[in-house]
């Protein structure tokens, strides 16, 4: 889809582009003011005609994730077993590359969560690793983004965001999955019976 994105803080009318938040506004307060903007135009457009559509404002620039939604949201998954946030996670964790890293150091633990909450997903529609790598790789990830967070700032993330949390639930969750499947005699198999129009069928009564 043809698409951009922009952030920002939410701040008083006429402002011009607004500077990253030094460490302890990033700590403290982008659970309230942050949001992340998505403006979404025709995906059968060019990035040209696209351009366009934008500065003649006919694309789609109602769609908003909020920070502080978002984490109420992802606290209520990890604490009381709401539904995830994945639609969320998912914008997140496919914007653009130097969008992640403007949102990483804006709102760190919105993106690292974002890959969390994926790769648990991941986990149950296609198992756990080393059957399949994709969810450890966004692990990886989102470890990987972690580390180029300032130790003092994930500190007082940690105490807004379940961050340990989520990871500890991948964790819990790829473990039991490994021991269900290692528990198992064999594979499941799924037989298919595709029947012709005007066929008869008593031959099925032979296959029981």
Known sequence: AAWALARAALGPPGVGARPLPDKNELANA???TYRVGYVIC???LSPEEAQEAMSEKRCNEDFRLMGSDFQRRV???YELGERPPLEEAMWLVTAPENFQLR???ECSAMQVVA???????KLHVQGPPPLHAEAADLVRLALQQAQNVPEE???SLSRAWPLERAMQRFQEVAYSLRMHIGSRAESPSLELVVCRCDEDLAWIGDLS
């Open 30 to 32: 982008c659970f309230f």
């Open 75 to 77: 606290v209520q998954h």
């Open 115 to 121: 890959y969390i909450l994926l790769a648990e997903a």
């Open 153 to 155: 700032v994930y500190a």
């Open 42 to 44: 025709d995906s059968g």
């Open 103 to 105: 949102t990483l150091k």
